[in-house]
Nanobody
Framework: QVQLVESGGGLVQTGDSLQLSCATS????????MGWFRQAPGKEREFVAS????????AYADSVKGRFSIARDDAKHTVSLQMNGLNPEDTADYYC????????????????WGQGTQVTVSS
């Protein structure tokens, strides 16, 4: 089973960029569909982005489309989330997720979760 460890969170200002990284260990990363979710204080966890096993297909939440970009580097066993144009509404704990299932865009069901990394965007 794959283990996921997120890093890269922090405190930034509106308009800044930040890159989150998800380090994976265990079976070959290429066998996993990967994704990012976030949970803001007092809210439910929500989908942010997902990427297929091949890396050829990606999906994004409407709220981040055009600002965030998900990528995977199977050789380095990492999945990243590049976040540009951050605003206070992006403040949340961000979670990396993995699935043995096929990529289904925003509907992909994820089985494995990391512990999360906190992102705070000040106005």
């Amino acid at each position: 089973q794959v283990q996921l460890v997120e890093s890269g969170g922090g405190l930034v200002q509106t308009g800044d960029s930040l890159q989150l990284s998800c380090a994976t260990s265990g079976p070959t990363l290429s066998t996993w569909t990967m994704g990012w979710f976030r949970q803001a204080p007092g809210k439910e966890r929500e989908f942010v982005a997902s990427i297929s096993r091949s890396g050829g297909f990606t999906a994004y939440a409407d709220s981040v489309k055009g600002r965030f970009s998900i990528a995977r580097d199977d050789a380095k066993h990492t999945v990243s989330l590049q976040m540009n144009g951050l605003n206070p509404e992006d403040t949340a704990d961000y979670y990396c997720a993995a699935s043995l299932g096929f990529w289904s865009g925003r509907e992909t069901r994820f089985d494995i979760w990391g512990q999360g990394t906190q992102v705070t965007v000040s106005s």
